[in-house]
């Protein structure tokens, strides 16, 4: 059996490897900033509804707040403006990783140019929609600021998970009567304020969304839901108890869950419930 010496070996195996270490990274360029002082640096922020479109002025938009970690020093707050964005583009459009989502066609964000003189941790946090306090949502982020760059584009995405649940009928301050027959009808819609409906980008076809009549905190009664499309609002008939049953009233919750991302929103009213039978008046 013939031998091959193994210095010769080693030595080609170690060309390799500093052949390979000696390529150049023509794609790393250092920045173009002076060494020292500080350097404006642009941020833009967007805040989007989980699985949806955009916190836009329909909404009321989104509060942003960054924060310096090391500090506790807000260095620039304000509220998110402009539309929800493209829906063909965010929700149908295939995406490469590097590629922008909520950019390429006009969205809202919070663009601001902090003045940085070292990297700086900061806490990005947010909050809305701002038009339903119901809804309120907050999340948060913490990341890297490095002074004279730039994020942009997309810039820092922030998601808030939830739906806009909101009671339509029987109105907030309606007065129910004892044994009577009434219809619930409530709306769901994401917190970018885009309809839930059977069959859409939010297909109500795979989210729990149901209503229950409670008296004090417990259920008596859960309802199933179903779409109406002339009042784009879901609806059910329930029963109102006696009146002597509830002295208290009544409350109506509706709930909207989807396990699989994780979005649930609620809604709740309490309602008098009065007598059942008319009061007697003279002269009729």
Aim: with cysteine; hydrophobic share 40%.
């Amino acid at each position: 059996m013939t031998r091959f010496p193994l210095a010769p070996v080693r030595l080609l195996a170690s060309l390799s490897l500093l052949s390979c270490l000696s390529i150049p990274a023509h794609s790393q360029t250092l920045p173009n900033i002076p060494l020292n002082g500080p350097q404006p640096t642009t941020v833009l922020v967007r805040v989007v509804a989980h699985g949806a479109m955009v916190l836009g002025r329909e909404v009321g938009g989104a509060r942003v707040t960054i924060t310096d970690v090391a500090t506790g020093q807000i260095l620039a707050t304000g509220i998110q403006q402009g539309e929800a964005g493209d829906q063909n583009q965010i929700m149908r459009t295939p995406h490469m990783m590097e590629e922008p989502i909520y950019s390429s066609r006009p969205s809202a964000a919070l663009t601001t140019t902090l003045q940085l003189q070292q990297p700086t941790l900061v806490e990005i946090s947010a909050e809305g929609p701002i038009a339903y306090p119901h809804a309120m949502q907050k999340t948060s982020k913490t990341l890297l600021l490095i002074p004279g760059q730039d994020l942009t584009q997309d810039g820092i995405v922030l998601h808030l998970y939830g739906y806009l649940v909101q009671i339509e009928r029987p109105k907030p301050h309606d007065a129910l009567i004892g044994k009577d027959d009434v219809k619930l009808r409530a709306s769901v819609r994401t917190l970018s304020g885009s309809l839930v409906r059977p069959h859409g980008d939010w297909d109500s076809r795979k989210i729990r969304i149901y209503g229950e009549v409670l008296i004090g905190d417990r259920v008596i009664e859960r309802l199933q839901l179903f779409y109406d499309e002339g009042s784009r609002t879901f609806e059910a008939p329930f029963f109102v108890p006696p009146s002597k049953e509830v002295p208290e009233g009544i409350r109506l919750r509706v709930i909207a869950t989807d396990l699989a991302t994780g979005n649930t929103g609620m809604d709740q009213v309490n309602y008098p419930v009065m007598s059942e039978q008319l009061p007697f008046r003279q002269g009729r």
